[in-house]
């Protein structure tokens, strides 16, 4: 923990960075750590809430402590990824504490990061209390800055297009289209480019047999 002092009366006060005790009561988003004695009321996302042990077993929660004038708020936080978007999306206006707590809860960190990222307005609009120009603005001030929580955002679908032919890629999507899984069809596709010489990897041949491949 450490100290913030109010000059004006010169009250200490102590911003907990992370609370390690006994889980005694959850209320979804609403929990209480036990901590020697002294419990500590934290407000916690939904991908924490599924993360967190039995009632009266020992949790540990990264802790971003909100002080105001009338109150001190506790928000827990199962992994520091979490709490540190949490706190990057405070950054944009018009996103407080209940719409950051609600993505969180809606996403995890690593898709939320690919779909700004991605420019991917129409997934985020999906997020409950995110419309169209809530998302726009989410991309145009998180597009850079959402590196700092995850540093490959973004980069997946490049690496994951860039191995593949043209030619692959095609008959990748070839497959999709008939129903296969993308991740299904691309790995049947690369397993077929493997046993083949470059002159025969043209897509129809390789949706062929990428085909029996995957009906077999």
């Not at 901590?35 to 939904?46: D, T």
């Not at 809860?105 to 690593?110: A, K, N, R």
């Not at 070839?174 to 790995?187: I, N």
């Amino acid at each position: 923990m450490r100290q913030v002092w109010r000059n004006q009366t010169e009250e200490r006060i102590f911003v907990i960075t992370r609370l390690t005790g006994k889980l005694v009561d959850c209320d979804l988003t609403d929990i209480t750590v036990e901590v020697n004695g002294v419990g500590y009321g934290l407000i916690v996302p939904l991908s924490t809430f599924d993360r967190l042990p039995e009632l009266g077993r020992e949790v540990s929660l990264l802790v971003h402590t909100q002080v105001r004038e009338d109150a001190i708020t506790l928000f827990g936080f199962a992994s520091p990824a979490e709490r540190q978007l949490f706190r990057l999306l405070q950054s944009v206006s018009g996103i407080g504490n209940r719409l950051a707590l609600n993505i969180l809860s809606s996403t995890s960190v690593d898709v939320f990061a690919e779909h700004v990222s991605n420019g991917n307005i129409a997934a985020l609009s999906k997020i409950n209390g995110l419309g169209k120009k809530s998302s726009e603005r989410l991309i145009v001030e998180l597009r850079e800055r959402i590196r700092q929580v995850v540093p490959e955002a973004g980069l997946g679908q490049a690496a994951a297009s860039g191995s593949l032919s043209r030619e692959a890629q095609d008959a990748a999507a070839a497959l999709q289209t008939l129903g296969f899984k993308p991740e299904q069809a691309r790995k049947a596709v690369e397993q077929v480019c493997q046993g083949l010489g470059p002159d025969e990897q043209s897509s129809e041949n390789l949706i062929r047999q990428a085909l029996s491949r995957l009906n077999s």
